[in-house]
């Protein structure tokens, strides 16, 4: 059986809950669910680019596109800070809260940041986040 290393990093979201950002299989990265969430907040301030809520949870403000772009980056930074590189990826695995209302972005934005490196993709609805969030990428990645 291969070895595996875990891999953790300032300069992504913290995670929330007891989990690496990523796991070193051989020459496999496997990345945690990835979020939109910016490097330094955590669940109490939202954190996430383009989303305001009101005391209550009630959004404000949303922009799903802010999202998709903060989340690739995020993917990116996991990347790099664990030897690998967006070119690398092979799989990736999204889930969206709102597929009508979000697919449709979210494919567009997706086309720029993967018009040279097309990975297998599965993109899936789910009912929710454990934050507030409207998209999370899962990830696997080949590393030297």
Known sequence: MAES?????NKA???VGL???????????????VG??????DESDSGV????????????EFDFEAQCRSVFDNVRVILEES????????DVTVFLVNMKRDFHTYNRVYAEYFKD????????EINSLPTPIAIELKCIATID
């Open 36 to 41: 939109p969430r910016v490097a330094g907040s």
């Open 13 to 15: 979201p913290k995670p």
């Open 83 to 90: 030897g690998s590189d967006w070119s690398k990826l092979v």
């Open 49 to 60: 680019p383009g989303l305001k809520l009101d005391k209550n949870g009630n959004f404000l």
């Open 19 to 33: 989990y690496p950002h990523a796991k070193r299989v051989g020459n496999l990265l496997f990345l945690s669910g």
């Open 5 to 9: 290393s875990s891999i953790s990093t």
């Open 117 to 124: 490196n097309q990975p297998c993709r599965t993109t899936v």
